[in-house]
């Protein structure tokens, strides 16, 4: 087979191509927690599509559904005419998923990426309440538009805008000072004072863990005072679990453990189960207030991902696999701690919750390096956080024992090599 020359990318792709240059092959074939270039050379995926491929690569029933979809003419764009695809994807997360949560939303496909989903939230949010500002928290990710943008964190991130972004009052999250600061205090005491130039807000917005902003989990108390806040003040509470929900974190959604109900939840990425692009914001049913088309978006109606995403619902309906998921979570988190405790020189800090994982490094540049050379062994995981000093974990939901400890032993050799590289030569 014809090898693809590399340079093609450089030569005629924006320069704006990132992950391509973190893995830097040709990839031709995936399957469940596995992925292979075109030189035949196979890898682990700790990565799974930045949280988009939780069930791993082309799953058997759902492949199967889609094709025999696609084979018998089924309608592939429809914006939001009813079709037979999306009333059982409707009606099967609701079964399958709310009701026995105890949740009531009303389900909206705003169009389908993640920032799809937040724009809306945020808009929604505004003209219920006649307000114009939003709080959102620091090393918070919400998307690349200019309304995502605006609630996210990242000054790089933010730089790309190229103009102002206006509306937001950003507060400190659970322990972004130090584990003695009650931030919540912080923040109450701002919506209080009539002299802190802070107004009532229309939303807040947060990820229970962070994954662009460095695995920061918030502690279940953190997030049920943040519920408390919003009901005294009557601000809505939207959770963002585009990245941390669909069993990311252990649970179908991030926030189950801790008691609360958002006004608002926003998903994407594994929501469509295959990684077809599919997003879904959740509403409490009194506060959808939209006209008909107000919100809108070409690619509401994406068939193809309502037929995986009902197929993915499946796996919820055994209370085993979401068992094995917690189980296992155990398992990497442990092996994590083993890594901070067996090499002190990493100056390490295990975060996060369930598959959504890693290390925090004091170490300039390690983490970055930790990565690059899990690439070269055959392990593909990603950096996180505001310098990169966080190498995590997004193994497939799907991933079985052998792989994990296949992936530990990759990750544990390249936390030895990256370690010894950094050590001065000695005269």
């Not at 598959?355 to 690439?375: D, H, N, P, Q, T």
């Not at 070269?376 to 000093?389: A, F, H, V, Y």
Request: charged share 25%.
């Amino acid at each position: 087979m014809k090898q693809t020359d590399m340079n093609i990318f450089a030569q005629l792709e924006s320069e704006v191509r990132s992950y391509c240059r973190s893995f830097p092959t040709v990839f031709t074939k995936a399957k469940g927690y596995k992925m292979w270039d075109e030189s035949g050379k196979e890898y682990l995926d700790f990565f799974s599509g930045a949280g988009a491929l939780n069930y791993g690569h082309n799953e058997d029933s759902m492949k199967e559904k889609l094709v025999n979809y696609i084979m018998s003419d089924g309608i592939t764009h429809s914006l939001d005419m009813a079709t037979q695809p999306k009333a059982e994807f409707l009606e099967t997360f609701n079964e399958v998923i709310l009701k026995p949560r105890n949740l009531e939303y009303k389900v909206m496909f705003p169009g389908p990426t993640g920032t799809n989903t937040v724009e809306s939230a945020l808009k929604l949010a505004r003209k219920v309440t006649g307000r114009t500002d939003i709080i959102s928290f620091t090393n918070g990710f919400h998307g690349m538009t200019i309304g995502s943008l605006s609630v996210t964190g990242n000054a790089f991130k933010r730089k790309g805008a190229g103009i102002p972004l206006q509306n937001v009052v950003t507060m400190p999250y659970d322990s972004f000072v130090n584990e003695g600061l009650d931030t919540l205090e912080y923040l109450e005491r701002f919506l209080e004072d009539g002299g802190s130039g802070v107004d009532i807000p229309a939303a807040m917005i947060l990820e229970t863990v962070q994954g662009e902003g460095g695995i920061n989990a918030a502690s279940f108390e953190w997030l049920q005072r943040i519920e408390a806040i919003c009901k005294r003040w009557g601000i809505l509470l939207i959770v963002d679990d585009v990245q941390a929900g669909v069993g990311r974190t252990g649970t179908f959604f991030s926030f189950e453990k801790a008691g609360i109900k958002p006004d608002i939840v926003c998903m994407s990425k594994s929501i469509g189960g295959y990684g077809l692009p599919l997003a879904i914001t959740l509403i409490r049913p009194d506060l959808d207030i939209w006209a008909p088309g107000e919100h809108n978006g070409t690619f509401r109606g994406n068939n193809h991902a309502f037929v995986t995403a009902t197929a993915a619902l499946e796996f919820w309906k055994d209370p085993e696999f979401e068992q094995n998921i917690q189980k296992r979570s155990e398992l990497i988190y442990s092996f994590l701690e083993s890594i901070v405790e067996k090499y002190p020189e990493v100056k390490g800090e295990v975060r996060g919750r369930g598959y959504m994982v890693g290390i925090g490094s004091e170490v300039e540049g390690l983490s970055e390096k930790i990565a690059a050379e899990a690439f070269n062994r055959g392990l593909i995981m990603e950096t996180s956080g505001p310098k990169d000093e966080v190498f995590k974990l997004f193994p497939p939901l799907i991933i079985d024992d052998a792989g994990l400890e296949a992936g530990f032993e990759i990750i544990e050799a390249s936390v030895k090599t990256a370690l010894e590289a950094a050590e001065p030569v000695a005269n």
